[in-house]
Nanobody, 127 residues
Framework: EVQLQASGGGSVQTGGSLRLSCVVS????????IGWFRRGAGREREGVSS????????WYKDSVKGRFTISSDDAKRTVYLQMNRLTPEDTAVYYC????????????????????WGQGTQVTVSS
């Protein structure tokens, strides 16, 4: 059974930091990209960042470049999203998901390309 377990959400003030974790089990970690998506109130689910475990290729949404960092610990089968300089616009439920590595290479990190999903973790940033 494929499972992705997301954690690390919380409430912070503008400028604060959070680190999200996604523990992956039940699939070949190195054959997938692990991505982070978010859905804010009244908004579509959007790709935030993704990493291809096989070669470390990374992709970031433009609005988070320079603030968010995605990393992977293959031994722990865990993908992290370090989020710094958070703003209220980052408030959303964050999800991790597993999908094909080509989405990272071509920058096509969209929800319908990802096959397996974890539960969400809430991130709230207050002004």
């Amino acid at each position: 059974e494929v499972q992705l377990q997301a954690s690390g959400g919380g409430s912070v003030q503008t400028g604060g930091s959070l680190r999200l974790s996604c523990v992956v089990s039940g699939l070949s970690f190195e054959r997938y990209a692990i991505g982070w998506f978010r859905r804010g109130a009244g908004r579509e689910r959007e790709g935030v960042s993704s990493i291809s475990s096989s070669d470390g290729t990374r992709w970031y949404k433009d609005s988070v470049k320079g603030r968010f960092t995605i990393s992977s610990d293959d031994a722990k089968r865990t993908v992290y999203l370090q989020m710094n300089r958070l703003t209220p616009e980052d408030t959303a439920v964050y999800y991790c998901a597993a999908g094909p590595p080509h989405t990272v290479v071509y920058g096509n990190v969209v929800a319908h390309e990802y096959d397996f999903w974890g539960q969400g973790t809430q991130v709230t940033v207050s002004s």
